[in-house]
């Protein structure tokens, strides 16, 4: 079965700074990647994903993400974080095929929080 | 065009009672499938379904029943509420993400349920 680790439960970054977002995944085959944002009391907002080809993902609101098939890894970067980007982050993993390329399986998500 | 609209918002319960989470979307899309948010845990998968009259079980599947009877709709039925499923519930939708299409899924703005 497929899963997903983001090892941090909360990140803190000063406004302007750069920020990542650290996602490790286990699946078996190759991976679809996903991230998606959520604000209080709202639903998930789709931020990137990877499929296939560049290995370098780029999002909405500035942000984007560096597969890494060597380390099983997909972080979530942005050059120069915003007050308004605080908000909380999910890592998502989708099997390219078998049974569970019908389950996108998430990480426990990572809570960002940029500081004026 | 309205996405995935779910309803009510927010629903209290008292431990027994039975209730039904309505979810439909108007992207034509042929999945359709039901998370629930747990604080610290992610979102984990409970139904899922692939095309109409199609279901299956995702990770935390007891204590609901689904069914598809049209493209559009999606109903989660709570059968006998516990607190145990007091819970956020997200609906997500997207044309099959599975077997190498990498579609990307979306997800309702979510259902607050509290069970006392």
């Known amino acids: 079965a497929q899963s997903v680790a983001q090892p941090e439960d909360q990140v803190n970054v000063a406004e302007g700074n750069p920020l990542t977002v650290k996602c490790t995944y286990s699946v078996s085959g190759n991976p679809y990647l996903f991230w998606y944002v959520q604000y209080p009391n709202r639903g998930l907002q789709f931020l990137l994903k990877y499929i296939t080809g560049d290995n370098l993902v780029k999002g909405s609101y500035g942000f984007e993400a560096e597969f890494n098939k060597s380390q099983t890894s997909f972080h979530l970067k942005k050059p120069s974080a915003l007050v308004s980007d605080s908000a909380l982050y999910f890592c998502a993993v989708l099997p390219y095929s078998g049974a569970g390329s019908y389950q996108l399986t998430f990480g426990k998500g990572t809570k960002l929080s940029v500081i004026p | 065009n309205a996405g995935v609209t779910q309803t009510p918002k927010f629903q209290v319960l008292k431990t027994g009672q039975s209730m039904t989470l309505q979810c439909a979307q108007d992207?034509?899309?042929?999945?359709m499938s039901w998370y629930r948010q747990d604080p610290g845990m992610g979102l984990r998968l409970i139904h899922y379904?692939?095309?109409?009259?199609?279901?299956d079980q995702g990770e935390v599947p007891n204590g609901y029943n689904v069914s598809r009877s049209t493209t559009e709709d999606f109903p989660l039925r709570l059968l006998s509420a516990a607190p145990s499923q007091t819970s956020v519930y997200f609906c997500?939708?997207?044309?099959?993400?599975?077997?190498?299409?990498?579609?990307?899924?979306?997800f309702g703005e979510g259902s607050w349920l509290t069970v006392v």
């Open positions: 379904s692939v095309g109409a009259g199609i279901t």
């Open positions: 992207m034509n899309h042929e999945y």
């Open positions: 997500a939708s997207s044309y099959s993400p599975g077997q190498g299409s990498g579609n990307t899924i979306y």
